[in-house]
Structure formats: C-alpha cells, structure tokens
C-alpha cells in the first residue's frame, strides 16, 4: 500500500490542523493506521493509530490525548488526524504509517508515507 500524508503548515500556538492519509493499492480498513512525527534532532515518536476490530479502536501517545483525534473515512479510503490546541512542541514531520499489527514503534510499521511539516509558532 502506498501512503501520503498533507495538511501539514504553519499553526500559531493554540490553533488546529487537520493531516490526511490518503492510500493507494490496498483498503486502508485492513490495516491499522497511524501518525508518526519527528521533530529536529529527535528520534520518530508515536502519536496515535487507529484500527477496526467489534468497534474501531484509537490508541494515542499521552503528550496528545485530549488534543489530537483520529478517524477514517472508508469511501476515501483516508484517515485524518485533527490537531487542536497545537503546542510548538508539536512542531515535527509528522508521517503516516501502517502495519499489519500494534504499530506503537516505528520498528514495527510496515509501510510509511512521506511526511508533511507542521510549524507550531509561539
């Protein structure tokens, strides 16, 4: 599956932006899908994912909870990350990501997009 990320910008300090994913090739449904960032001189972090099982499942990193939501639209075959209340410590590449299992480390993502830059200024 070939992944692209977009949405990325420039955001003053409290404001919001919205990242998709959009995929080509395979269904996103089967996967469980997720954002990756990295900020300058950092390793690539987890920030959430998303995937179906009885219900559809969301699992975020603690430093965006409450600010950040993922969802999936399955006709666009995309999923979108809502950023609200943005820090610049949120600044970073921000990428899509997908894998077969938990992908909480990038270790263990399958496929990546590539990434699209979000600016937090103070």
């Known amino acids: 599956v070939q992944l692209q990320a977009s949405g990325g910008g420039l955001v003053q300090a409290g404001g919001s932006l919205r990242l998709s994913c959009a995929a080509s090739g395979r269904t996103l449904r089967t996967y469980i899908v997720g954002w990756f960032r990295q900020a300058a001189g950092k390793e690539r972090e987890f920030v959430g994912s998303i995937w179906d099982g009885r219900i559809t499942y969301t699992d975020y990193a603690d430093s965006v909870k409450g600010r950040f939501t993922i969802s999936r639209d399955n006709v666009k075959n995309t999923v979108d990350l809502q950023m609200n209340s943005l820090k610049p410590e949120d600044t970073a590449i921000y990428y899509c990501?997908?894998?077969?299992?938990?992908?909480?480390?990038?270790?263990?993502?399958?496929?990546w997009g590539k990434g699209t830059l979000v600016t937090v200024s103070s």
């Open positions: 990501a997908a894998g077969q299992s938990t992908i909480r480390t990038a270790v263990s993502v399958d496929y």
